[in-house]
């Protein structure tokens, strides 16, 4: 069965390094979606794309970046991590089928 | 705009009891509704979805929900309840099957703590 797939599911990670969260789908459907989940709290979207070339800032502010050169690859950046950035990121595609990938926890000491 | 009210963030029920977990969601168009479950430092599992056909839906794990339009809501339930259920659960609401511009809008979400 088609697949999301992230990596990586876990990163400990100091503050002010680069990081890139990858996510990508054998689908090979255009809608792809982020969404970041603190502990214990709802999910929000902080990214979304259309497809290729095109993405969109979600409902919840997010100092991370996005981008879609792609159909298969959708990663997420931040360019300067800060421990309020600790949270889980999730990537989903077609989610009308409900496929999430297995999310990536990141803690930024 | 669109959104969803999980009534208690925490829902404790003994092993064989009914689950009942409340959503009520608002949408200015006919929405699809979907039910999540969520296992401690796992991602997200659909367990059923609703895109206006049957209003009984089925899904995994002996879940069912029922939308009604009348009420705006979509509560999830399961018969019997088993220790394997305890987990976090997630309603979500889209106007859009594929998810839309605004993708899927989340309720807080459930916590369903199975009583042996």
């Not at chain 1, 002010?16 to 255009?30: A, F, N, P, R, V």
């Not at chain 2, 997200?44 to 089925?58: C, D, G, H, I």
Request: glycine fraction near 8%; charged fraction near 15%.
């Amino acid at each position: 069965e088609a697949d999301i797939y992230q990596t990586p599911r876990y990163l400990v990670i100091g503050t002010g390094k680069k990081i890139t969260l990858e996510c990508s789908q054998t689908m090979g459907h255009d809608k792809m979606y982020w969404y970041q989940q603190d502990p214990g709290m709802e999910l929000h979207l902080i990214h979304y794309s259309y497809g290729v070339n095109s993405t969109e800032k979600g409902d919840l502010s997010s100092e991370s970046t996005v981008s879609r050169i792609r159909t298969e690859h959708f990663p997420l950046t931040l360019e300067s991590a800060r421990p309020s950035h600790t949270s889980q990121y999730l990537c989903a595609n077609l989610l009308v089928r409900g496929f999430f990938g297995p999310g990536t926890r990141l803690t930024v000491l | 705009a669109q959104s969803v009210t999980q009534l208690g963030s925490h829902v404790s029920v003994s092993e064989g009891a009914l689950v009942l977990l409340r959503c009520n969601y608002s949408s200015s168009v006919p929405p699809y509704l979907f039910w999540y479950v969520q296992y401690p430092n796992q991602g997200l599992q659909l367990l059923l979805k609703y895109t206006s056909a049957a209003t009984l839906v089925k899904g995994i794990n002996g879940f069912e929900a029922e939308f009604k339009k009348s009420e705006t809501s979509f509560h999830l339930t399961k018969p019997s309840a088993h220790m394997s259920d305890a987990a976090e659960y997630f309603c979500a609401v889209s106007e859009e099957s594929g998810g839309g511009a605004d993708g899927l809008t989340f309720g807080k979400g459930t916590h369903l703590i199975i009583q042996p």
